[in-house]
C-alpha cells in the first residue's frame, strides 16, 4: 500500500458526510490506522463526523484534541462552536480568546465572543468584543452583521438609543437588511410607537416575504392596537 493522501481522504469524507453515508465515511476513516488519531487533520474529520451522527460530546473531544495539538485559527474556532452549542459557555469563551492569540487580525473569534458574552449577560465584554469584531472586519456585509449584533446587546442591555444608532449605521451599509429593519421595529413598538413600528415590520416583510420573526412582531402589534 502507497503513502495515504490525508487531504485526499479528508475530501472523500466531507463528500460522504454530504451524502450522509456515515458508515462509509467511517470505513475510509479507518483506512488511515493509527494516522487517523494522531494526525490533526483526522481528527478534524472525526470530530466532524461525530457531530453528522450526532454525537455531540463526542465531536467536542475529538475538536478539542485537534485545538490542542494544532492551535490554529479553524481548529479552536471550530471548538468554539461545539462547546457553544452545548451550552458550555465558560469553555467557550476560552476556546474563541484562544483563537484571538492564534489570529489576532481575525474578525470572528471577537464576533463569537460577543455572541457568548451577550448569551451569559455579559454585556460590557458583549460590547466591547463585537467593537473589536467591527474594527477588523473588511467588508460591508460582515460589518453589518456585527453592527446589527451589537445593536442587540445594546438592547438587551437596555440602552435603547445606543441599539437604535447601530441598527441605523447597519442601514449605511445595507439598506435592505431585514433584521435590522425589525429591530428598529422592536425599538419603536418598546417606546409604544406603534406606528413607527409598523412601518419598520412591514419594511422588513417587503425585503424578505415570510420572514417569521418580523411576522410575529407585527401580529403581536397588531393585537396590542386593537
Not at 139 to 168: F, H, M, P, T
Request: proline share 3%.
Amino acid at each position: 500500500q502507497g503513502p495515504v493522501s490525508i487531504p485526499a481522504v479528508r475530501k472523500l469524507v466531507e463528500l460522504l458526510w454530504s451524502e450522509q453515508r456515515f458508515e462509509d465515511a467511517r470505513d475510509v476513516m479507518a483506512q488511515l490506522g493509527p494516522r487517523a488519531e494522531s494526525d490533526v487533520l483526522g481528527a478534524r474529520a472525526q470530530s466532524r463526523l461525530e457531530l453528522a451522527e450526532g454525537d455531540l460530546a463526542g465531536a467536542i473531544t475529538l475538536a478539542r484534541k485537534s485545538a490542542e495539538d494544532s492551535n490554529r485559527l479553524a481548529d479552536q474556532l471550530g471548538l468554539g462552536h461545539l462547546l457553544a452549542r452545548d451550552n458550555q459557555w465558560e469553555q467557550a469563551i476560552e476556546a474563541y480568546q484562544q483563537a484571538v492569540k492564534a489570529n489576532p487580525d481575525d474578525a470572528w473569534p471577537y464576533h463569537n465572543l460577543g455572541f457568548v458574552y451577550k448569551t451569559v449577560e455579559a454585556y460590557h465584554e458583549a460590547i466591547t468584543s463585537y467593537q473589536r469584531a467591527i474594527e477588523r472586519h473588511a467588508d460591508d456585509a460582515n460589518k453589518a452583521i456585527s453592527w446589527n449584533n451589537l445593536g442587540n446587546v445594546q438592547l438587551s442591555a437596555g440602552e435603547s438609543e445606543a441599539a437604535l444608532d447601530c441598527y441605523r449605521h447597519v442601514l449605511t451599509l445595507d439598506a435592505l437588511h431585514a433584521e435590522a429593519l425589525n429591530n428598529i421595529g422592536v425599538v419603536w413598538a418598546k417606546r409604544g410607537q406603534e406606528e413607527e413600528a409598523a412601518r419598520y415590520f412591514s419594511q422588513a416583510l417587503d425585503v424578505r416575504p415570510g420572514y417569521k420573526q418580523a411576522q410575529r412582531n407585527m401580529m403581536l402589534l397588531n393585537t396590542t392596537r386593537e
